[in-house]
């Protein structure tokens, strides 16, 4: 297992831009080979997909397509969630997970995760 921190939540209005990010404890060598990813949890809803990094290859929920870009920089070992257009159905507490290995997005499969930020997007 890895630290996962994220940090980068907050309030906003709609239509605004935030970027999350996740600092890892993971050296330089092996982080490069874990599947990075965000998750999100609302109020009363299951924790849910949003973006994940594995392999220099990207996949990305339906709702955020177009609107949220995941990037990583193994150099830093971070993992970035730049979230633009948001809209008020992006209110929830957003996690970095980690996992070694190839391709996965079920929370499940990731061993490590972050405390959360949350993200508030007000009308």
């Known amino acids: 297992q890895v630290r996962l921190v994220e940090s980068g939540g907050g309030l906003v209005q709609a239509g605004d831009s935030l970027r999350l990010s996740c600092a890892t404890s993971?050296?330089?060598?092996?982080?490069?080979?874990?599947?990075m990813a965000w998750f999100r949890q609302a109020p009363g809803k299951e924790r849910e997909f949003v973006a994940i990094s594995w392999s220099g290859r990207t996949l990305y929920a339906d709702s955020v397509k177009g609107r949220f870009t995941i990037s990583r920089d193994n150099a830093k070992n971070t993992v970035d969630l730049q979230m633009n257009s948001l809209v008020p159905e992006d209110t929830a507490v957003y996690y970095c997970a980690a996992q070694p290995g190839g391709f996965r997005m079920v929370p499940q499969e990731f061993g490590s995760w972050g405390q959360g930020t949350q993200v508030t997007v007000s009308t």
């Open positions: 993971a050296s330089g060598r092996t982080f490069s080979s874990y599947c």
